[in-house]
């Protein structure tokens, strides 16, 4: 990876981890995700208005991006519903590069190197196991205040499959942007695709309480919009000057920023644990980079 597409990608992955902290900082998730959706088509759309159609081949990817994306949400609402934001990013983000890298090895024959695959595997695993490990000494609120011990399976079956399903778009998107003839284009058609879904079902369930309910928080809502399709834009650009593995493995420093901003903002505990998983994601970019 050269320099440029290195900061690109940590550019990124500060503005993903900030979208996603906007969108737990909203009690109401599904309010939160039709915001953001809603933000991020409206700017789709009006980047499609002056970017080029991406060509034929890539909107079989488009369309099966955009289903996955809707999954992704649908998952990370979930999470985000059940569990601790600096406890579920790092777990939902963490999965995802070591499945991206098997599945770029499958299907686009990048095959990393030494250095690169111990990289990706450091980083994933351990912020992956060290997120876990963290969840083991907390303590969980039951009935008129009893407590028991907080193996939180719901929460983290949710983390994992987000992870799962960013591994599946990312390798989808991967494909996908190299064959649309457009960056821009094929960013701007995924927007307007993706963001659709969520707004539609809120509108059907809410019906005309929907506006009253999103009145107060639609500036911070729009904004987590904007900075979705920033982040993400940038990712897809990327995808296209370097190998997916990597890329994906680099974006996932947003785990860092995630940790911090649950401590500060959310005022959640950051332990050892947390301490110990940017260690670990420090180690692993530096092995990324090194093979680069």
Not at 180 to 203: D, H, N
Not at 213 to 235: E, H
Request: overall charge positive; proline content about 5%; hydrophobic content about 55%.
């Amino acid at each position: 990876m050269t320099p440029l597409v290195v900061v690109a990608v940590l550019i990124a992955a500060v503005t993903h981890a900030g979208w996603n902290a906007i969108a737990h900082g909203i009690r109401d998730q599904l309010l939160a995700f039709t915001l953001v959706g809603g933000g991020g088509a409206l700017c789709g759309a009006v980047l499609a208005a002056f970017t080029p159609l991406p060509a034929a081949g890539a909107w079989p990817f488009l369309l099966g991006s955009a289903v996955l994306h809707v999954v992704y949400q649908a998952l990370l609402m979930q999470s985000f519903r059940l569990g601790e934001f600096g406890q579920m990013y790092p777990i939902a983000r963490g999965t995802a590069p070591l499945v991206v890298t098997v599945l770029a090895a499958v299907f686009v024959h990048e095959i990393p190197d030494a250095w690169a695959l111990t990289g990706v595997v450091l980083a994933s695993t351990g912020l992956v196991g060290v997120a876990l490990w963290g969840m083991r000494g907390a303590r969980r609120k039951g009935p008129e205040g009893t407590s028991g011990p907080s193996v939180q399976w719901p929460a983290i079956t949710a983390a994992l499959a987000t992870g799962l399903a960013i591994a599946a778009y990312t390798t989808v998107d991967g494909l996908g942007v190299r064959a649309s003839g457009t960056p821009l284009g094929y960013i701007a058609w995924l927007m307007v695709l993706e963001g659709i879904a969520i707004p539609a079902y809120a509108l059907a369930t809410r019906r005309r309480a929907l506006l009253t309910q999103l009145r107060p928080i639609a500036l911070r809502g729009l904004l987590g919009g904007v900075l979705s399709v920033f982040a993400y834009g940038l990712v897809l650009w990327a995808q296209t000057k370097a190998p997916l593995a990597p890329v994906a493995a680099l974006r996932e420093s947003s785990i860092i920023v995630g940790a911090a901003i649950g401590a500060v903002f959310f005022k959640e505990r950051f332990g050892a644990p947390r301490i110990a998983a940017a260690g670990l994601m420090v180690v692993g970019i530096g092995l990324m980079l090194h093979a680069g």
